[in-house]
């Protein structure tokens, strides 16, 4: 599919509204298939799913509701356009959540490009050198790198056997205590730790060989 046959689809996109979607996810690779053979639908669908959690995520790099709205809209658009490439080794939230992240820092970068540099000079004039204080707040590549270690550890969990990751979920997620989750899985409590070590080791060779394929 050619970008000008793209570009109807891209222009829908653009124009539709933060709405709440349906957030089940058992047939999003059929969806992702769907949306990759041109069916405008499937693609509205995606949006419908994931706009919301990705609009919160521009929100907290950008602090500003019309640019996190911008981000969103061009990361969709990007995501449209690229589809065909996405190779799908990750969940589609994963891929569209760092296309988010890189369109608000792009964003985020443009906004500080375009700031007047008159308020440093005051405070230059005034004998305190246009020292800015640190508000505290985490930094946008701070927030890239958290969203991306949560996104790798959900993929961890969500590849961990059955009876492993409904331990990971109430023991480690809820935080439950071990004798809490017997109780509600109907297990031992012996039984619970030794699922729990067992998704912990697992879950750790996940993030190694992680990381070793990022260091590549």
């Known amino acids: 599919m050619s970008v ?24 999003e690779h059929s969806l992702v298939a769907k949306a990759k053979l041109g069916h405008d639908d499937a693609f509205g669908e995606l949006y419908n799913r994931h706009q919301r959690k990705v609009y919160r995520t521009a929100v907290r790099i950008l ?10 809209q061009r990361a ?17 939230s994963s891929w569209l959540t760092r296309i ?25 004039s005034r004998g305190d050198g246009g020292v800015e204080i640190a508000d505290g707040r985490p930094t946008p ?24 990751r409904v331990v990971v979920l109430h023991r480690e997620l809820q935080g439950l205590t071990s004798a809490e989750t017997a109780r509600r899985l109907g297990l031992t409590v012996s039984a619970v730790k030794a699922r729990t070590f067992h998704a912990r080791r697992s879950l750790r060779k996940h993030l190694e060989r992680n990381l070793r394929e990022q260091a590549r």
């Open 100 to 124: 988010v992240i890189n369109e608000a820092l792009m964003l985020l970068r443009q906004r500080r490009a375009q700031e007047p540099l008159h308020e440093n000079s005051v405070g230059a």
């Open 63 to 72: 602090r500003n509701q019309q640019d996190a709205e911008d981000a969103v």
């Open 4 to 27: 000008s046959e793209l570009q109807p689809i891209v222009n829908a996109v653009r124009g539709l509204p933060l709405v709440p979607g349906n957030q089940g996810r058992s047939d």
């Open 76 to 92: 969709f658009q990007r995501a449209l356009v690229n589809l065909q490439r996405f190779r799908e080794d990750s969940t589609f």
């Open 141 to 164: 590549e701070e927030i890239l790198c958290k969203s991306e270690r949560y996104a790798t550890l959900r993929q961890a969990i969500a590849e961990l056997r059955e009876n492993l």
